[in-house]
């Protein structure tokens, strides 16, 4: 299960409130401490522009591209990496 983002409230009176008001959705760097954090804007509504019809005929689109060959190959690939680990030795 994903982890909720901790989402701190800022005063838009702030002089932060009024700077994010400012960059017009660009990115923004904040650099409390040397420590760089990146902040940009989240749409109101992620599935506003979602089309079903477009995701279909893409889907429609990219069927097909891989052979039942190259399908069955990275089957076996993802299995092995699973059984034999695809950490390098010296990651915990």
Do not use: Q
Not at 44 to 68: C, H, I, Q, S
């Amino acid at each position: 299960m994903a982890k909720e983002p901790l989402t701190i409230s800022i005063d838009p009176d702030s002089e932060l409130g009024r700077a994010l008001d400012e960059t017009d959705g660009e990115l923004v760097v904040l650099l409390p401490n040397g420590t760089r954090f990146r902040v940009t804007r989240d749409p109101d509504d992620p599935w506003a522009n979602y089309d079903p019809e477009k995701v279909r005929a893409g889907l429609r689109k990219f069927a097909g591209m891989l052979t039942p060959e190259e399908g069955e190959r990275i089957k076996e690939a993802i299995y092995r990496g699973r059984e034999e680990g695809t950490r390098p030795l010296e990651r915990p």
